[in-house]
């Protein structure tokens, strides 16, 4: 008994899934495979939450994966207050992304943060606040490890100039931990509301 696991020559999306078989051969026996590889349609909508149906049976909400046996298929997406709207699953696009309209008296569109182009274009804010994420806490472990040092020369010579500079070092190593913790909730705030 073989489990033979096929992979997909497209291997550079992860919308091209591998095929899994198990095979009982004999000694002796030769097979030969021919393996179909489905096509997967990665659907999002504007808003999202939108329900996709196929031939009139519900698939389920955006965003969603189709599992498909032929490339070429129509789907519709919906959603109350919106335009229904038909999309053909055709070819070697596989992320389909639908922007669904208003109807008529229905609520205004309004773009998703999460995703929107515009938004998702200006990284700045994200660069930066790594930045400073890492440079805060790296400033407080090098204070950290220089009180470190100083606490054992004190302990070595009994020089209570000594302590005084752990205590100076220790206190700017929380003043930096702090703004490091900080700028990390900063950075999680940003990635977050994207």
Avoid: C
Avoid at 8 to 28: C, D, K, Q, Y
Avoid at 40 to 59: I, K, W
Avoid at 182 to 189: A, R
Wanted: proline share 7%.
């Amino acid at each position: 008994m073989h489990i033979i696991h096929y992979v997909s020559p497209e291997t550079h999306s992860w919308l091209n899934p591998a095929v899994i078989e198990t095979l009982t051969v004999h000694p002796g026996e030769q097979l030969v495979r021919t393996v179909a590889f489905p096509f997967v349609y990665h659907v999002t909508s504007e808003p999202y939450g939108a329900t996709v149906r196929r031939n009139g049976s519900v698939l389920g909400l955006t965003p969603l994966d189709i599992r498909l046996s032929s490339p070429l298929s129509v789907v519709t997406v919906s959603k109350e207050g919106y335009q229904e709207a038909s999309i053909p699953l055709a070819g070697d696009q596989r992320e389909v992304h639908v922007l669904l309209h208003p109807s008529e008296g229905g609520p205004p569109a309004q773009p998703s943060a999460y995703l929107s182009g515009e938004q998702s274009k200006s990284a700045l804010p994200i660069y930066i606040t790594t930045g400073a994420t890492v440079l805060t806490g790296a400033a407080a472990a090098y204070f950290k490890i220089k009180a470190d040092n100083y606490y054992d020369l004190y302990r070595r010579t009994g020089d209570e100039g000594n302590l005084s500079q752990v205590r100076r070092l220790d206190v700017a190593s929380g003043i930096t931990l702090a703004a490091s913790e900080l700028s990390l909730f900063t950075l999680t705030y940003f990635l977050l509301s994207r």
